[in-house]
């Protein structure tokens, strides 16, 4: 089955405390990409990827970092995470660069306290 | 600064009625114009997308309306029924299809 995977689904986690999420796509995509989604401002782009060891930043970019060694793999990661970055956030896949659907994964749910 | 400006927000609907939800943008380098639905506690799925050179496009009961002039956008959503309450996102992106912006999101509740 074609999907997006992301670990953890959830997490509660503190202020300071580095943490990474996982993304895994089994659909050979070139692109990949991380969202959070918070009420009131929907979905706004972290970052992406065109291609392995190719990132850029998307409209929300602070305080996150991320690296694409591997085709299907983009993990997120928080370096020191803060209150703010409490949200869900969606990790994507398409294939090529030009206007395709992108593929989501369920989600991972993140409160920093 | 929001690059796509969503409304309505909520938006309830009796069965076999019509929704609409309409989406605007000011960046005229956007290329590509997605909707997708949303289910509680699932990802956004596409729902169907148009580009700049059409004004509209029918996938079943969805239709997007386009208006390249007034840069606007809608869905509509045709003999709407229950099992289509969601929430919708309309998007835009640029640049060969990498940078997204997504509208605010409208909760669509279709009652029996």
């Known amino acids: 089955e074609a999907q997006v995977t992301q670990n953890p689904r959830y997490l509660i986690t503190v202020t300071g405390k580095k943490l990474t999420v996982t993304c895994s796509q089994n659909?050979?995509?070139?692109?990949m990409s991380w969202y959070r989604q918070d009420p009131g401002l929907g979905l706004r782009q972290i970052y992406y990827?065109?291609?392995?060891?190719?990132?850029d930043k998307g409209d929300v970019p602070e305080g996150y970092k991320v690296s694409r060694k591997e085709k299907r793999n983009f993990p997120l990661i928080l370096e020191s995470p803060s209150p703010n970055q409490t949200s869900l956030y969606f990790c994507?896949?398409?294939?090529?660069?030009?206007?395709?659907?992108?593929?989501f994964g369920d989600g991972t749910r993140l409160s920093i306290l | 600064q929001q690059q796509v400006k969503q409304s309505p927000q909520s938006l309830i609907v009796q069965k076999g009625g019509i929704s609409i939800i309409n989406c605007a943008y000011e960046?005229?380098?956007?290329?590509?114009f997605p909707w997708y639905q949303q289910f509680p506690g699932k990802g956004p799925a596409l729902l169907i997308a148009?580009?700049?050179?059409?004004s509209e496009k029918k996938e079943g009961r969805f239709t997007i309306s386009f208006n390249k002039s007034a840069k606007q956008f809608s869905l509509h959503i045709m003999d709407s029924q229950p099992g289509d309450s969601a929430t919708y996102f309309c998007?835009?992106?640029?640049?060969?299809?990498?940078?997204?912006?997504f509208g605010t999101g409208t909760s669509l509740t279709v009652i029996p």
């Open positions: 994507a896949s398409k294939q090529g660069q030009g206007n395709q659907p992108q593929h």
């Open positions: 960046n005229t380098a956007f290329d590509y």
């Open positions: 659909m050979n995509h070139e692109y």
């Open positions: 990827s065109m291609n392995v060891e190719v990132t």
């Open positions: 148009i580009r700049p050179d059409v």
């Open positions: 998007a835009a992106s640029r640049e060969a299809g990498n940078q997204f912006y």
